[in-house]
């Protein structure tokens, strides 16, 4: 159903990876090496930089309907024609319609966000927070690393809800089912879950440490 607001609308060319998933804000180097993408990455570099990240889903056969837009901000060419490029998330977008699939798909795309609220969400963003130093904290102790948080994590719930569904790692479902929520309390929650879930798991790892030593 559309918004009071006019929903943008746009052909965007889309980059298929799977076991990936591009959160905005969130920086991306990539290596293109493929033919096809070679193509759309001279292709966009003429436009405007831009184009979709889509997590291939192995098991459905298919790409995700929602990804990420990515803005190309360096890029590095490499000899037979291959090409380094740093790429930063932008905004999200869903999958209308693909208007063609050769030499590379290109879609149909609507941009979406997460819908606004009235609800304070810092107190839910400093719990994440915490529950994020906590893991390091524990992660640090079992490995005998020195491991910190870095100074730079966005402090504002809806950059901090992307920042750390972006550092999930191994879990690329998880994080597409993050990044298709439109509701930033709602995908603070689910991280909190996480985290605590960590948590208790390397608390209970480190007090068997402590009991072997």
Known sequence: MASSSSIAVRELPLF???????????????????????????TILESDRRFGVLMWDPVEGQPASIGCCAEIIHFQRLPDDRMKVLTLGQQRFR???????????????????????????????????????DV????????????ELPEDIPSLPLELSYWVASNLY?????????LQMQDTSGRLEREAEILTSTRNHLAARTVLKDALQ
């Open 136 to 147: 390091v904290r524990l992660s640090a102790k079992l490995t005998d690393q020195s491991i």
């Open 16 to 42: 298929p990876l799977p076991e990936l998933v591009l959160f905005p804000g969130r920086p991306l180097p990539l290596h293109i090496f493929e033919f096809r993408y070679r193509i759309m990455m001279n």
């Open 170 to 178: 191994g879990v690329a479902s998880e994080q597409q089912a993050l």
């Open 95 to 133: 999958v209308l319609e693909y208007v063609r699939e050769k030499p590379y798909r290109v879609g149909l795309v609507e941009w979406i966000e997460d819908d606004p609220t009235d609800q304070d969400l810092r107190p839910l963003a400093g719990e994440v927070e915490q529950l994020l130093t």
